[in-house]
């Protein structure tokens, strides 16, 4: 069984500051390891996966987050966040070789401040 | 569809009662999920389809939720003597099966059970 622990869950930053969201997993298999992004009002959509080769993966919107096999974590992290990036963030897992059922973090608030 | 699309988007119900949600997952996508999201839980699997294989059913949280998919598309959850705890946002997601790891999450149905 898979478990996905989120350390924070609110994170207040002021624009144009750094910021990182912490994520941990525990699983006994191989696990695909995902970013899912929520902005208010609405649906869940993906940010970033990581599935193989390059442990470092980034999005679009220049999010990055860092695969530690050691450490068991996938944190997130942005070099300098916008208002825009204000959304509830979760981590998820999924076991390889498996289907893609997900097993999620509790959520991570990010609230960015002018 | 272009999306993943939920019916209705809000449900108010009165404990006891039985009530039917619909999904309308994207065009081609063969596998299908349920989740529910919860204040006290979070997001939680409830059910997978992948074509016409028998689902995968593990995360239902008891015998009163049941789900059907027709013909490989749309999926229903049905949620037998509704109560209260069964209050959340219940979301479907699809994908193109295999390991393409890529969910596309609708929009939700907020159920409330007075």
Not at chain 2, 13 to 34: F, M, Q
Not at chain 2, 39 to 51: D, K, R, S, T
Request: glycine share 10%.
């Amino acid at each position: 069984a898979q478990s996905v622990t989120q350390l924070d869950s609110q994170v207040p930053v002021f624009e144009e500051a750094p910021v990182e969201l912490r994520c941990n997993y525990s699983s006994s298999v191989s696990v695909y390891l995902f970013w899912y992004v929520q902005y208010p009002n609405q649906g869940l959509q993906l940010l970033l996966k990581y599935l193989s080769g390059s442990t470092l993966v980034e999005s679009i919107n220049g999010f990055e987050a860092e695969f530690n096999k050691s450490q068991t974590s996938f944190h997130l992290r942005k070099p300098s966040v916008h208002i825009s990036d204000t959304a509830e963030y979760f981590c998820a897992v999924s076991e390889t070789g498996g289907y893609n059922k997900l097993i999620f973090g509790a959520g991570t608030r990010l609230a960015v401040h002018p | 569809g272009a999306g993943v699309s939920q019916s209705p988007s809000n449900k108010v119900t009165e404990k006891g009662k039985d009530v039917e949600l619909r999904c309308d997952p994207i065009s081609g996508h063969t596998a299908l999920y349920w989740y529910r999201q919860s204040l006290g839980q979070g997001l939680e699997f409830l059910i997978y389809f992948q074509g016409n294989s028998a689902p995968d059913k593990s995360g239902l949280p008891s015998d009163r939720f049941s789900a059907e998919r027709t013909g490989g598309s749309v999926s229903t959850l049905t949620i037998q003597r509704t109560q209260q705890e069964d209050s959340a946002v219940y979301l479907c997601a699809t994908d193109r099966g295999g390991y393409t790891n890529t969910q596309y999450f609708g929009p939700g149905t907020r159920l409330t059970v007075l």
